[in-house]
């Protein structure tokens, strides 16, 4: 029978906790709606908001690049000339 070495241990080690911290971030979003749907969610804690497809829902980014590529290309179009909606010019 061959002796667990330094190596195994560390890397099994890592391998659950990254199996641990995926399956977290997999199943929280499905625990909560379930939850939610339930009446069961506490209402002292602050619970994060999920979109449709299960990722997390920031407040106050935004919801589409317009604002940021609108910002770019009004900061790289020089003075004067009017930055066009094709941000790719």
């Known amino acids: 029978m ?3 070495t330094g190596h195994n241990a560390i890397t099994v ?3 659950s906790i990254i199996s641990i911290y ?3 971030n997999f199943f929280q979003p499905i ?4 939850l ?3 009446g069961n969610l506490r ?3 602050e619970i994060p908001h999920f979109n449709e497809d299960g990722s997390l829902k920031e407040e106050g980014l935004p919801q589409t ?3 940021v590529t609108d910002t770019t290309t009004s900061a790289i179009k020089p003075l004067g000339e009017k930055a066009s909606d094709d941000p790719f010019e």
């Not at 625990?31 to 379930?34: I, Y």
């Open 2 to 4: 061959p002796r667990v």
């Open 22 to 24: 995926m399956g977290v």
């Open 31 to 34: 625990v909560v709606e379930r």
């Open 13 to 15: 080690g890592i391998v």
């Open 65 to 67: 690049w317009r604002p």
């Open 36 to 38: 939610r749907k339930d």
């Open 43 to 45: 209402q002292d804690k």
